[in-house]
């Protein structure tokens, strides 16, 4: 029945938004555009807020408007001058998130790696931490073999537990687990976890799968950061690799809604859309953490030369697009002994998806000039550049051996090694490498990768069709800076386009901004990012697993549909009614906030006496918790009003049309609450489903 309202509200108060995406007749373009409005300084802090962070939270724009909006930027632009604590605190149990890839594929180890080990054909590692480890990954990979073994008749040999055994013994590894408990707490926290790597593995598995919840956030929290890791190792099925796709997906949800380094992460976030891979790729797995932590979110304000470089290094882009197996036709890898002229080809040759999606997507564009013999090209530029032992989160290696020798013509260049470099020597070995630098160093400079960038920063910063003109001074801003992220970005936060009211409030915001958006302006703690992880899922946004290279589109035709927009508004009424995950959310607090901040709104100057006496009313109601503990039926029409009112300016901090507000009226007459709080929670799903909440 919830959802079906829910559908019917979203169909009603969506249509604004629909009506944005519908085609219009084509009418005589006039002969000049109407002169840009500019905004108000408040409007132009709001604008900031609304592009270059997840969304504001409570006070921002009073920061903001004190400290100036360009002093706020230019801090911004230099993450490394803003503290962060609290979002390290939080991260700081994430133990994969700074670990190299082959460290964290020790710690969770795909079932192929456990199934090495537990045939012999590979040994138990030599640390006694992660021999411990190990030992329980094997013990439970036998078991799982064990009990999918099937004899002559096609029938399991093991006999599966009946409900009554398997709780029985459920039972008893709760018991077991107690007791490990007590031993350990009696222990020295530095005594711990060598005591626990001692026990038989069966009671080790029973400890790490049932420890009661409270002990164990006690025992994690005494745990140093190794030992939390082999714990958590301990606990995880066989082939845990998810548990790194996990924390790398969580952590994007709280940097997201806490760090105070919003434009970075928003940086981040457009960087990798526009360098996408897609986590589930291979061995992809394992490298993406370290690809956004050491390709992405370490060049996103820097040159653009030095971020594409690092993503064509990046083992994780050489694994998704496939050019760690591309091998030179005439290579020695394929066969081709150079000292020997009638040595014979083998079958291997050329992989050419990222010779292609590096022009297309990275760089110069699908209009750049390029044709399918530029994209062969390339291709065998780049052969040579692969991955040292990927299964094992090896890096990136440059092999000679699988380098296509010989000048090619690409793009008008010829690109080609020094031919008088000495054989077999350390220079003559890395000649093909420099061959790769050497184009993808013209790609960036290249006027079309300006223009191309440009656009795509304008359409997400500014509109999803961006004005040309601004496009034309950024990608000229790009060219005279050798591709200063900073430089361009500076440009457009100070253009007449983006301090418009022609671009104002015009984005729709992803599944992502809404949800981050959701929290930070309501100053919710989020308790659950996995739920939240899931939930993003759900609404068509599944982090790090954007199959296409085009990474999720970043236009408002992608999700503004009636699905969308109902798992948007089912999720806002869930939060709001402290019904996901266990996520408190308190509507109070979240209107206390707004009635705090009315007094700087210049509309609150202009209320009527009446109605800023109903809004002391309604404010001394709250503060004396009439509104959480009232049995009776909501506020009466004044104080919905001014509930309204506030939570609007609290959560939009716009204009809200009158269309919005009268749908919300009929839904709080047509949905029936039993008290103030249901219906100050309803008020504010409603709000948050709103399409002025869905835009930025």
């Known amino acids: 029945m919830r959802r079906l309202v829910a559908t019917l509200i979203v169909l009603l108060i969506a249509a604004p938004l629909f009506a944005q995406q519908k085609p219009k007749p084509s009418k005589p373009k006039p002969a000049k555009s109407a002169p840009l409005v500019p905004l108000t300084e408040q409007q132009r802090a709001q604008q900031l807020l609304n592009r270059f962070t997840f969304g504001p939270r409570p006070g921002d724009l009073e920061k903001i408007l004190t400290l100036t909006s360009e002093k706020w930027f230019e801090q911004q632009l230099n993450p490394a001058t803003i503290p962060d604590a609290a979002l390290d605190h939080r991260l700081a149990t994430y133990t994969t998130l700074n670990l190299p890839p082959d460290q964290a594929l020790q710690l969770f180890p795909d079932r192929f790696t456990i199934q090495q080990v537990a045939e012999g054909k590979h040994p138990y590692p030599t640390d006694p931490l992660l021999l411990a480890m190990y030992e329980v990954q094997v013990n439970k990979y036998k078991k799982d073999v064990e009990a999918k073994k099937i004899n ?6 093991l006999t599966p537990p009946t409900d009554a055994e398997a709780a029985a013994q459920k039972k008893t590894d709760q018991a077991t687990a107690a007791r490990i408990a007590g031993d350990l707490f009696s222990l020295p926290k530095d005594q711990r ?69 919003q434009l970075q992460e928003v940086m981040t976030d457009f960087w990798f859309n526009h360098f996408n891979i897609f986590l589930g790729k291979d061995s992809d797995n394992w490298y993406t953490t370290s690809y956004e932590r050491d390709v992405i979110r370490k060049h996103a304000l820097g040159k653009f030369r030095e971020l594409l470089l690092a993503t064509a290094t990046s083992p994780a882009m050489m694994v998704y697009l496939d050019n760690w197996l591309s091998i030179g036709p005439d290579s020695q890898a394929n066969g081709v002994n150079p000292a020997n002229p009638n040595s014979k080809r083998g079958n291997k040759g050329l992989n050419e998806n990222y010779g292609r999606e590096v022009m297309e997507l990275h760089t110069v564009g699908v209009n750049g000039g390029y044709t399918q013999a530029d994209v062969t090209a390339l291709s065998s530029i780049l052969t040579g550049w692969t991955v040292d032992r990927p299964n094992q989160g090896g890096p990136f290696l440059y092999d000679n051996k699988k380098h ?37 160093t013209l790609l960036a400079a290249d006027p079309h990768t300006a223009h191309f960038i440009s656009y795509k920063l304008a359409q997400r910063f500014v509109a999803d069709q961006p004005p040309p003109a601004l496009v034309d001074r950024m990608a000229a801003t790009y060219l005279s800076t050798d591709g200063d992220i900073k430089a361009i970005l500076r440009l457009l936060v100070q253009s007449p386009e983006f301090n418009s009211t022609r671009y104002f409030r015009n984005k729709v915001k992803t599944p992502m901004e809404f949800v981050a958006s959701a929290f930070r302006t309501t ?59 266990n996520q408190k959310f308190d509507s109070a607090h979240v209107l206390a906030l707004g009635l705090m901040a009315q007094p700087s709104n210049p509309s609150a100057q202009q209320m009527s006496e009446k109605e800023k006496s109903n809004r002391a009313k309604f404010s001394e109601a709250l503060l004396t918790s009439e509104l959480n503990t009232n049995p009776s039926p909501a506020p009466d029409g004044n104080g ?15 204009e809200v049309s009158t269309q919005t507000n009268q749908l919300i009226h009929k839904q709080i007459t047509e949905i ?3 008290n103030s709080t249901d219906t100050l929670n309803l008020l504010t799903a409603l709000v948050m489903g709103s399409p002025e909440f869905q835009l930025r």
Do not use: C
């Open 152 to 157: 002559a008749n096609g029938q399991p040999e």
């Open 193 to 261: 976890m060598a005591a626990l790597i001692k026990l038989p593995v069966p009671d080790r598995i029973a400890f790490t799968t049932y420890v009661a919840g409270d002990q164990k956030n006690l025992l994690l929290a005494d745990f140093n950061p190794r030992e939390r890791e082999i714990f958590n190792g301990m606990a995880a099925n066989v082939g845990a690799t998810y548990n790194i796709a996990s924390e790398l997906a969580q952590a994007k949800v709280l940097r997201a809604i806490l760090s105070e380094r």
């Open 404 to 440: 296509e020798p010989g000048p090619k013509r690409w793009l008008g260049h010829t690109i080609s090694s020094d031919p008088t470099l000495p054989p077999n020597t350390p220079a003559a070995q890395q000649a093909g490498m420099k061959e790769g630098i050497e184009a993808l």
């Open 523 to 581: 100053a919710t703690d989020p308790v659950n990012p996995g739920a939240l992880v899931n939930t993003l899922k759900t609404m068509g946004m599944p982090l790090y697993y954007a199959l296409p290279p085009t990474g999720y589109y970043i236009t408002a035709d992608q999700w503004m549909n009636s699905t969308a927009l109902v798992d948007r508004l089912n999720f806002a009424y869930a939060l709001t009614g402290s019904k996901f995950a």
């Open 640 to 654: 919905q009003d001014i509930a309204l009112h506030v939570l609007e300016s609290t959560l939009i901090d716009g």
């Open 672 to 674: 029936p609450t039993t």
